[in-house]
Nanobody
């Protein structure tokens, strides 16, 4: 059991920024690779980024490279997704997820999921 909780979503204008957080209570996220996913209305959920256990192994999908930054603070037991230059097509519910591995790779099988946080990019 690894209850993940996302926060930081909201409404932002195009070009704006948000920082999402993913944390858990009562468990350590060290040792877990963490991914961020999103699901827009009418679309399939897509993985957008992941970070390995120490935060050095990081991957992004092309559409967010240069705009989004994933990071982790193991001392705070929190993984972040800094999202800059947001666009309307970034509007989605964003989820964090975890699987037990020291390194991450997009497309891996995640075993634990958060409930999601809504991000809306609109003027």
């Amino acid at each position: 059991q690894l209850p993940l909780v996302e926060s930081g979503g909201g409404l932002v204008q195009p070009g704006g920024s948000l920082r999402l957080s993913c944390t858990t209570s009562g468990y350590s996220l060290q040792g877990w690779s963490i991914g961020w996913f999103r699901q827009a209305p009418g679309k399939e959920r897509e993985e957008i980024s992941c970070t390995g256990r120490l935060g050095f192994n990081i991957e992004y999908i092309d559409s967010v490279k240069g705009r989004f930054t994933i990071s982790r603070d193991n001392a705070k037991n929190t993984i972040y997704l800094q999202m800059n230059h947001l666009r309307p097509d970034d509007t989605a519910v964003y989820y964090c997820a975890a699987y037990w591995s020291s390194t991450c790779a997009l497309g891996s099988l995640y075993t634990h999921w958060g409930q999601g946080t809504q991000v809306t990019v609109s003027s």
